[in-house]
């Protein structure tokens, strides 16, 4: 079968001057739909038809022919089925005829492809590439504005309305002359948003420039209540900061689906690292971030054999040797590191969005309100005893608000220290900022609650869950808080609570200023900028 690839694209665009040679991703305009006419499995010959002489060279260092057009073919007023018609070999016959505008780069071969086995398939004249963008519309007869629809429904139930684009016309050799491309039995094919894309202004190429540079992104996080839940909530706060819907991956045998909560991006279970790599090889990403703590060597390496040769691996929190293969290393809880692929410290802390437009809380002359929180899971049950303590009557004329996890393991027992008048059980909040906004001062563990406390200018007493934890540098005294260590005695938790709740408003004001001293809401920039920047 022949098939020839009719691909015109003349010099004069007013709109956009140099239009079909204009550099976008690294490469010209006209390169886009020569590349796809190339590696079609359908197509047999290209003509590129053009009164352009870069255009020209362009076509023929990808080793395709020109036609020359003639000015008469050039003018605005001129049709392109005049023009595909005259650029056909007059000395050979041919099957099919695809026309492809130049305009459509972000067009894939596959779905080029696609359409041609459709026309062929269903012997039809013509097929038209379309995009089904369906929206109340309206129309005017005689000055009168009238709806093009019987009943206002959400769009996602109105009918189909499909859209030309320019990305192709397929037609039947017999059926094109120099008046039409389009024959008897017609039918049109459904591209994709992001393939439908045709430029006509500069917001066209803007956007178009923008689809071609996205990248492929992977994550792969793990959660549970020895590792705690934090890393989730980075991984999903990290999707939202790219122009594509990432895969994010995580271990069945590690992590509970539940701990995610609701989300709509794309959350893919696997069994094991053996059909993590499986999936990596099918998908090609470009970028591949590792949020699941210590890494190896061993691992790094199996990794990057499974992904393209120019993709970017990025892991956070990683104090593992497989830091030394990553392209880059986030560790905002850690201090400093020789290698220059790793930065370190509070400058790549992830804020919450939430927590972006929320100010630090004024503080009062005595302290009323107190927040005990522990993250996902706290592991060292330091809940639990302090609970124990704060139950006692010497307490009664201070609030309590106590945030229990999604990980934590005894939730209906202690959600029964609900009949004490002044403590206020809680359980997995949507609400975090909020419930800070409205506390004097706080007890927690040394994750990345203690920047959120920071963030507000919150004083606060902080525990260790586990010896990683010791290494988180930010939590502490200096910067402003009140460190008592790992697995601390109840008479230093409850000794240090008194200790704060008696504190005066200086003393708080003072700890507060050495809290607020950090800027801790630019990491996601910092981190971003870094990562395109591979």
């Known amino acids: 079968m022949k098939i020839l690839a009719v691909i015109p694209a003349r010099a004069g665009s007013k709109g956009i001057p140099n239009k079909n ?14 590349n796809n006419a190339l590696n079609s499995k359908y197509i047999t010959d290209i003509i590129v038809t053009t009164d352009s002489e870069a255009v020209r060279l362009i076509a023929n260092q990808m080793k395709v022919r020109c036609k020359q057009r003639d000015t008469k073919l050039c003018g605005d007023n001129i049709t392109l089925d005049s023009v595909i018609y005259d650029a056909i070999p007059k000395n050979k016959t041919w099957d099919y005829i695809v026309t492809m505008q130049p305009t459509s780069p972000t067009l894939k071969v596959e779905t080029l492809d696609s359409a041609i086995k459709y026309s062929i398939d269903n012997n039809l004249d013509t097929v038209i590439s379309v995009i089904n963008s369906p929206h109340l519309s309206w129309s005017e007869k005689n000055g009168v504005k009238f709806p093009n629809y019987v009943e206002r429904l959400n769009r996602q139930y109105l009918p189909p309305c499909y859209m030309e684009t320019g990305a192709f016309v397929i037609s ?22 992001n393939e439908s894309q045709d430029i006509d202004n500069f917001s066209d190429l803007q956007n178009v420039s923008l689809t071609l540079s996205m990248k492929k992104v992977a994550i792969y996080v793990n959660g549970n ?57 099918e998908n090609k990403y470009t970028i591949f971030i590792n949020d699941i703590l210590t890494t190896s060597v061993d691992y790094m390496i199996g ?26 290393v986030f560790n905002a809880l850690y201090n400093s590191n020789d290698l220059d692929n790793v930065y370190s410290g509070e400058k790549y802390y992830i804020c919450p969005k939430t927590f972006l437009f929320f100010k630090p809380i004024e503080i009062k002359e005595h302290v009323k309100n107190i927040l005990v929180t522990f993250g996902g899971s706290d592991p060292q049950n330091y809940t639990d005893r302090i609970l124990e303590m704060i139950k006692k009557s010497e307490y009664n004329n201070y609030n309590f608000t106590i945030v229990l996890g999604k990980s934590k393991s005894n939730i209906s027992e202690l959600m029964k220290y609900n009949k004490y008048p002044n403590i206020n059980m809680l359980y997995d909040v949507k609400n975090m900022p909020e419930l800070m906004s409205n506390t004097d001062i706080a007890i927690t563990s040394r994750g990345r609650t203690g920047y959120e406390l920071a963030i507000l200018g919150i004083p606060s007493i902080a525990m260790s869950q586990n010896e990683r934890e010791e290494k988180h540098v930010f939590v502490s005294n200096e910067n402003g808080f009140s460190y008592i260590g790992l697995n601390p005695t109840d008479e230093i938790i409850e000794g240090t609570l008194k200790l704060y709740l008696n504190l005066s408003k200086e003393s708080r004001k003072e700890l507060q200023d050495k809290l607020l001293a950090h800027n801790l809401k630019d990491g996601r920039n910092r981190i ?3 990562i395109n920047s591979l």
């Open 303 to 328: 990794l990057k054999s499974v992904l393209p040769p120019d993709s970017k691996i990025i892991n956070f929190e990683d104090d593992g040797e497989g830091i030394t293969k990553a392209d880059a």
């Open 172 to 193: 039947k050799y017999s059926i094109v002359t120099n008046d039409t491309r389009i024959g008897k039995k017609v039918d049109v094919y459904e591209v994709s948003e």
């Open 225 to 281: 209540n020895k590792r705690g839940t934090g890393h989730i909530y980075r991984a999903l706060e990290l999707a939202d900061e790219f122009y594509t819907k990432p895969d994010i991956f995580y271990d069945i045998n590690q992590t509970d689906r539940n701990i995610f909560g609701f989300t709509t991006h794309n959350l893919i279970p696997i069994n094991g690292i053996a059909e993590l790599f499986e999936k990596c090889k």
């Open 21 to 34: 040679i204009r550099i976008i991703n690294g490469k010209p305009l006209i390169y886009y739909s020569i």
């Open 528 to 530: 971003i900028n870094i």
